[in-house]
């Protein structure tokens, strides 16, 4: 089944969805799952100048947008469809339902199991200048009102970001939509390959962030995670007013709404209504229910880091070569056959790269021989943009290679070509192909838990 016209493939949860599903069906994650044939096409964007590349990477978004009048017409139903339709017709242990994290998918893959996510994204075309969240908030009002009263089983969060989303959105209007039920489709997904007595796994981001409410189920957020702190969104100051001078922007500070409350974070953040239905269906049917509970979307990397290398190590396998995932350049399939240990940054900015710092840091952990680099590419110098340099120096902590993962890092943060290569880079590093695992247990899991002494902003409850 293709993915539903309306919803957007270049984003974390279609594609984290993608990747986990590509693995239960015994296939790969290359080049973000895109066809092959447009492969050359993606990787000859190294020919064209920055300016070209930077329109490439915002025509290929725009194709993906739907129209704000056919935002009342949609049926995000077809969504669930979907999301069954793309894993293998078997029955699991266990299921995963929740936020989006780019380190759960390789737990969910090395669990063997599912996972249905609760946000997803519509691209919504619209034009608005960045640099006006209140004039882009004006703007979604009308196309998420019919959104939403199409739909009375979901919330919506209209995000607007101007720094990492530049390029984007000036040709788009964000519109992140979480259920606030299972649905018709999750349910029949849960009752159908849910292993009699088997347990429903919520994953739950507690990230969450300042909005402006449109509606009782509407919601406003300026900004996002990343370079950019919530009060230089809000605020201004120095970083903020040197990134728009460098972009011609005719302001220094963006005047946006002053945030009103507190709601999860629009791409990562749980909405704990969806929790309630898990457990209102979980009794009703005889399942279990556990909760994977974490601060911040980064925050379950060195937890499953360790348990891919504890795996590893109870197979006999030395687990010498890290992988560092950005985004959604990911490829769980390729992590098990050639032995790496993944390790996920949710972006390419400075919270990310303080994350990785710390965990190779770590003085209890033994260091890694060999580490591979993955970047996202998003085609903007954004504030809190880390430089190639510092990349640099945190490759410099491997024992006997660092290097990007077939990154041009001349080219960074507009390498668009990377999207085809980082696979490739894998498959040359790897000296030894190894068999696929039999799954792990949760069990298993509770197992190395017990034995890790914990991991600060995650709890397995």
């Avoid at 640099?131 to 196309?143: C, K, L, Y």
Wanted: with cysteine; glycine share 10%.
């Amino acid at each position: 089944m293709p993915i539903p016209r309306f919803l957007a493939g270049f984003d974390s949860a279609s594609a984290m969805l993608r990747a986990n599903a590509a693995f239960l069906r015994g296939e790969g994650f290359p080049s973000l799952g895109h066809p092959a044939p447009l492969r050359p096409i993606v990787r000859a964007t190294r020919l064209l100048p920055e300016r070209a590349r930077e329109m490439f990477f915002v025509v290929s978004g725009a194709t993906e947008t739907i129209s704000p009048r056919r935002t009342g017409r949609i049926d995000l139903e077809d969504v669930s469809r979907w999301v069954g339709e793309e894993y293998p017709e078997r029955r699991y242990p266990a299921i995963a339902v929740g936020s989006s994290c780019g380190a759960l998918v390789h737990l969910w893959v090395a669990l063997g199991v599912p996972w249905l996510p609760q946000t997803f994204f519509v691209p919504v075309r619209q034009r608005v200048h960045p640099d006006d969240p209140s004039g882009a908030m004006i703007r979604g009002v009308e196309p998420g009102r019919a959104l939403l009263e199409a739909n009375p089983d979901v919330q919506l969060h209209h995000m607007h970001d101007a720094n990492q989303d530049r390029l984007m959105v000036r040709a788009l209007t964000y519109f992140r939509y979480k259920r606030r039920t299972l649905g018709p489709g999750y349910e029949r997904f849960l009752g159908e390959r849910l292993e009699p007595g088997g347990t429903i796994v919520i994953s739950d981001c507690r990230r969450r962030s300042g909005t402006n409410r449109l509606g009782p189920r509407h919601v406003f957020q300026h900004g996002a995670l990343g370079g950019a702190t919530e009060e230089e969104f809000h605020h201004g100051g120095e970083r903020v007013a040197e990134y728009l001078e460098r972009y011609d922007s005719p302001v220094r500070r963006w005047y946006g709404p002053e945030p009103e409350e507190k709601s999860p974070e629009a791409e990562w953040g749980f909405e704990e209504a969806l929790a309630e239905d898990v457990e209102r269906f979980a009794r009703e049917h005889g399942y279990r229910v556990r909760r994977l509970a974490f601060d911040e979307p980064e925050s379950p990397s060195p937890l499953v880091a360790d348990l891919y290398r504890w795996w590893y190590r109870r197979r006999g396998i030395e687990a010498r070569r890290l992988y560092v995932e950005s985004f959604i350049v990911m490829e769980p399939r390729l992590v098990l056959r050639t032995g790496s240990v993944p390790f996920w940054m949710k972006f390419n900015t400075e919270t990310s790269y303080r994350a990785l710092e710390q965990y190779l840091d770590d003085g209890e952990r033994e260091p890694y021989d060999e580490i591979l680099m993955t970047l996202f590419q998003n085609g903007v110098e954004a504030v809190g943009l880390t430089k190639i340099g510092e990349w640099r120096r945190l490759l410099a902590k491997a024992r006997v290679e660092g290097d990007f993962a077939g990154l041009d890092a001349g080219s960074h943060p507009r390498d668009l070509a990377h999207y085809t290569t980082y696979d490739n880079a894998l498959r040359k590093k790897a000296s030894e192909w190894y068999p696929m695992p039999d799954s792990l247990t949760l069990d298993e899991v509770d197992g190395f838990m017990a034995g890790a002494g914990g991991y600060e902003g995650v709890r397995w409850v």
